[in-house]
């Protein structure tokens, strides 16, 4: 769920177990630990897959530093999830 959406309230309210059942962790922003596991467990069988080590950690590296100049400017998590998957997606 997205708080930023404009039925974020209304989503909640016709969601009532999501908060008497379940455990909700808010994570506005990911450490850099954490983008680079989700990079690699998303494209190893990829784009990673014919990268050599090198070439593959630079890539992470790469990849987390262009979300993280967006993190500035307000992206988020979601932001980081839809670049990777917009990234599978083309190549």
């Not at 630990?33 to 990829?46: G, P, Q, R």
């Not at 784009?47 to 790469?62: G, R, Y």
Request: include cysteine; charge should be negative; hydrophobic fraction near 40%.
């Amino acid at each position: 769920m997205d708080y930023t959406n404009k039925d974020f309230l209304h989503n909640c309210a016709a969601n009532p177990a999501l908060f008497t059942k379940c455990t909700v962790i808010w994570l506005p922003v990911l450490s850099k630990d954490s983008m680079a596991v989700f990079v690699n467990e998303e494209l190893k069988e990829s784009v990673l897959a014919s990268l050599q080590p090198k070439e593959k950690e630079d890539f992470i590296t790469q990849t987390v530093g262009v979300h993280r100049l967006g993190a500035e400017n307000g992206a988020s998590p979601k932001s980081f999830h839809a670049l990777i998957q917009t990234y599978k997606a083309i190549f």
